[in-house]
């Protein structure tokens, strides 16, 4: 079945405390993306990737840091979690960039920073 | 990318058809319509996109005035699973999505 496949779906951790979302897709997407969605704020892209080793800052990537080693992979890195990045993580992908490529998404990640 | 206006919420009866409004005014030749849904905290599911056609899948269908600034999705006969967040996005190159429109299916 192709999918976007997050880990972990809940994530409890305290502030300081690296910690890796991990984001897999299975459908040889080209694209891929992680967006976060707050209360009142809705989804904001955090980073993207147009390919392997190509990744560029979305709206919202202070705090976040990303890898694309290979194409199924884009995992989502918190070097030093803060309060503030409690929210709902969604990672997506699409064949590529452009508008006519629908967009994939996950199932999502709820992480809770204290 | 355009922006796009839906209304805040709205009602729809179980078994009629539900068209959710959407105005882009400021597309650009090259920008998709895209319609998407969200169902509580899951993931944004993909319904239907289009350019200048109209569309249709399994799912719903996509009306496109004719200038392109606007647009109604429709879902032919609405169940209470209809029930969602409904998202109108205009995209070119990355997807930013706006508040959208709270469907709520009554029985």
């Known amino acids: 079945e192709a999918q976007v496949t997050q880990n972990p779906r809940y994530l409890i951790t305290v502030t300081g405390k690296k910690l890796t979302v991990t984001c897999s897709q299975n459908?040889?997407?080209?694209?891929m993306s992680w967006y976060r969605q707050d209360p009142g704020l809705g989804l904001r892209q955090i980073y993207y990737?147009?390919?392997?080793?190509?990744?560029d800052k979305g709206d919202v990537p202070e705090g976040y840091k990303v890898s694309r080693k290979e194409k199924r992979n884009f995992p989502l890195i918190l070097e030093s979690p803060s309060p503030n990045q409690t929210s709902l993580y969604f990672c997506?992908?699409?064949?590529?960039?452009?508008?006519?490529?629908?967009?994939?998404f996950g199932n999502g990640t709820r992480l809770t920073v204290t | 990318d355009a922006k796009t206006t839906q209304p805040t919420s709205m009602d729809c009866a179980e078994g009629r058809a539900a068209n959710l409004p959407c105005n882009h005014s400021t597309i650009s030749g090259n920008e998709y319509v895209y319609w998407y849904r969200q169902i509580h905290s899951q993931g944004p599911q993909y319904i239907i996109h289009?350019?200048?056609n109209n569309e249709t899948n399994e799912m719903a269908s996509l009306i496109i005035t004719e200038d392109r600034k606007s647009s109604t999705l429709i879902l032919p006969h609405a169940t209470l699973r209809d029930t969602a967040v409904y998202y109108c996005i205009v995209r070119v190159n990355d997807m930013r999505f706006g508040a959208g429109t709270r469907l709520t299916v009554k029985p």
């Open positions: 459908m040889n997407h080209e694209y």
């Open positions: 990737s147009m390919n392997v080793e190509v990744t």
């Open positions: 997506a992908s699409s064949l590529s960039q452009g508008g006519g490529s629908p967009l994939h």
């Open positions: 289009g350019l200048k």
